[in-house]
C-alpha cells in the first residue's frame, strides 16, 4: 500500500529565503507526482505536476524534482514572500486514473 | 468562470440524520472525486467517478454513498452509519482517462459538523 510522508510538518522562515519541502513514498511504481497548495479552510490547488518519466517540472519561483527510484521529491521555493504562507501537500498516483494519495502536509509560514 | 463548486459551505448534521453534499463542475471533467480532511492528516479519498453512471469505493467509503446521473454533478451523501462524520470534505475534478498529464482540481470544501 502506498504511504507518502513529508517532512518538516511545519516550517518557519524569514522572508527572501530559498527553502526546500521533502516528500517521500515507499511504492517506486507511481504514474505522476503533485504538488498541491491550501490555503485555511480553502481548497486545493495544483502547484506542479511531474509525470513519471520526467525528473523536474517548474512555474516561476518554484521547482519539484522527482527521483523515482529513491522515492522522493522536493519543492524549492526561491525568494520566499509571505504570500507563500500555507500548507504544501504532495500526492503520488499509481495508475492513470488519478487516484491520489496524499501526504499530510507541510505547514509553510514566512514572516516579513 | 470555469470550476467547481461545492454548497454548503458549513453543514450540520444531527444524529440519525443523512446529509447530502453538493459538488458541481462546469469545466467539462469526465471524473470526479470526494476526498475527506481531518486536522493533522491527509486527504483520503472515499469516492471516485470515472464516467457518467459509474462510480467506485475509495479508501473510507463506508457510511458514505455517492450518485453521478449527470456529467456534472456528483454529490455525497453522510449517512447516520457514518459514526464520526465531523471532519472537512472536498470535491475534486479531472479530464479522466489514463493520462500521465491528468491534474486534479479542487472545489472550496464544505465544513461538516454533528449537533
Known amino acids: 500500500k502506498q504511504e507518502v510522508t513529508q517532512i518538516p510538518a511545519a516550517l518557519s522562515v524569514p522572508e527572501g529565503e530559498n527553502l526546500v519541502l521533502n516528500c517521500s513514498f515507499t511504492?517506486?511504481?507511481?504514474?505522476?507526482l503533485q504538488w498541491f497548495r491550501q490555503d485555511p479552510g480553502k481548497g486545493l490547488t495544483s502547484l506542479l505536476l511531474?509525470?513519471?518519466?520526467?525528473r523536474e517540472q517548474t512555474s516561476g519561483r518554484l521547482n519539484a524534482s522527482l527521483d523515482k527510484s529513491s522515492g522522493r521529491s522536493t519543492l524549492y521555493i526561491a525568494a520566499s514572500q509571505p504570500g507563500d504562507s500555507a500548507t504544501y501537500l504532495c500526492?503520488?498516483?499509481?495508475?492513470?486514473?488519478?487516484?491520489?494519495?496524499f501526504g499530510t502536509g507541510t505547514r509553510l509560514l514566512v514572516s516579513p | 468562470d470555469g470550476g467547481i463548486t461545492q454548497s454548503p459551505k458549513y453543514l450540520f448534521r444531527k444524529e440519525g440524520q443523512n446529509v447530502t453534499l453538493s459538488c458541481e463542475q462546469n469545466?467539462?471533467?469526465?471524473?470526479m472525486y470526494w476526498y475527506r480532511q481531518d486536522p493533522g492528516q491527509g486527504l483520503r479519498l472515499i469516492y471516485y467517478?470515472?464516467?457518467?453512471?459509474?462510480?467506485q469505493k475509495g479508501d473510507i467509503a463506508e457510511g458514505y454513498s455517492v450518485s453521478r446521473e449527470k456529467k456534472e454533478s456528483f454529490p455525497l451523501t453522510v449517512t447516520s452509519a457514518q459514526k464520526n462524520p465531523t471532519a472537512f470534505y472536498l470535491c475534486?475534478?479531472?479530464?479522466?482517462?489514463?493520462?500521465?498529464?491528468?491534474?486534479?482540481?479542487f472545489g472550496a470544501g464544505t465544513r461538516l459538523s454533528v449537533l
Open positions: 511504492d517506486s511504481a507511481i504514474y505522476n
Open positions: 475534486a475534478s479531472s479530464i479522466g482517462g489514463a493520462l500521465a498529464k491528468n491534474i486534479q482540481y
Open positions: 511531474i509525470q513519471s518519466s520526467q
Open positions: 469545466l467539462n471533467h469526465d471524473a
Open positions: 467517478s470515472q464516467i457518467v453512471n459509474d462510480f
Open positions: 500526492a503520488v498516483s499509481n495508475t492513470g486514473f488519478q487516484k491520489l494519495v
